[in-house]
Antibody, heavy 118, light 107 residues
């Protein structure tokens, strides 16, 4: 069974750093791209970027380029989303999702809620 | 960046009704259009991939059609459990983008 299990909810202060994770299981982790998707409270889905876990090649949305970093450790089948300096506007639910054959997002993690507040 | 515009934004429907949600792309995306269902406090779930291919385990009342710039998600004989927000997503070019969502309310 394909599963993506994300790390737990986080509460942080503005300016702090954070890394959240997404662990894949039940499939060959290096064979499928992983994307990260943001959902701000009460809002729609926003594509942030993706990574090829086989070589850690990444693409970012211009809206998120320079503010987040996507990485992966294929030895432990885990992808990461990282901030070096959080803002209150980063408060959101973050989902990881696996890309299928047609670059659809066929399996999703359960989401990680990030709250940034002073 | 390709903009996806869904219509309607909100629809209130009765069980057994047929529902049609449309997604229009700002430029041609071939068939690289996918549909998701998100229920409150849940992760999105893939319904339809590549415009018209049903994902494994999805009820047969859900179907998709279209190519180029105009796409449709159809729900035949709506059930109460279909109350959710539906999103389209294009993977034709970077950055990937989503439609703004269509919220279905069951009367």
């Amino acid at each position: 069974e394909v599963q993506l299990v994300q790390s737990g909810a986080e509460v942080k202060k503005p300016g702090e750093s954070l890394r959240i994770s997404c662990k894949g299981s039940g499939y060959s982790f290096t064979s499928y791209w992983i994307s990260w998707v943001r959902q701000m409270p009460g809002k729609g889905l926003e594509w942030m970027g993706r990574i090829d876990p086989s070589d850690s090649y990444t693409n970012y949305s211009p809206s998120f380029q320079g503010h987040v970093t996507i990485s992966a450790d294929k030895s432990i089948s885990t992808a990461y989303l990282q901030w070096s300096s959080l803002k209150a506007s980063d408060t959101a639910m973050y989902y990881c999702a696996r890309h299928g054959q047609w670059l659809d997002l066929d399996y999703w993690g359960q989401g990680t809620l990030v709250t940034v507040s002073s | 960046e390709i903009v996806l515009t869904q219509s309607p934004d909100f629809q209130s429907v009765t069980p057994k009704e047929k529902v049609t949600i449309t997604c229009r792309a700002s430029q041609s995306i071939g068939s690289s259009l996918h549909w998701y269902q998100q229920k409150p406090d849940q992760s999105p779930k893939l319904l339809i991939k590549y415009a018209s291919q049903s994902f494994s385990g999805v009820p047969s009342r859900f179907s998709g059609s279209g190519s180029g710039t105009d796409f449709t998600l159809t729900i035949n004989s709506l059930e109460a459990e279909d109350a959710a927000t539906y999103y389209c997503h294009q993977s034709s070019s970077l950055p990937h983008t989503f439609g703004q969502g269509t919220k279905l309310e069951i009367k």
